[in-house]
């Protein structure tokens, strides 16, 4: 069985997320803060994605955002923009 994901975040970085959501004007990082907010709040990454974001996501979506701020904080947030393969010039 797959263990369920945490996010425990120290007061400084609650903060930083809390501000970057409330004060940047790129929409993806604030909703991807938005989610890490709640996930460190104590809902699960699933219910986050299907019911705590204006529209729902796959989870399999806030389980990168998760490892994009493991690995990098706020700057992974930033840094990857949505779109992937599309974004990309041929």
Partial sequence: MAR?????LRPEQQ????????H????????RCAA?????SGRSPHWVARHGLLKPR???TLYSWLDL???AGTAGL????P???RRRPL
Wanted: cysteine-free; charged content about 35%; proline content about 3%.
């Fill in 4 to 8: 369920r994901r945490v996010l425990t």
């Fill in 58 to 60: 796959d989870p399999d």
């Fill in 36 to 40: 890490l907010l709640k996930i460190a």
């Fill in 78 to 81: 930033q840094d990857h923009r």
């Fill in 83 to 85: 779109g992937g393969q």
């Fill in 15 to 22: 903060h930083a997320l809390t501000t970057l959501r409330d």
């Fill in 69 to 71: 701020y493991a690995a």
């Fill in 24 to 31: 940047t004007k790129y929409e993806y990082v604030r909703e």
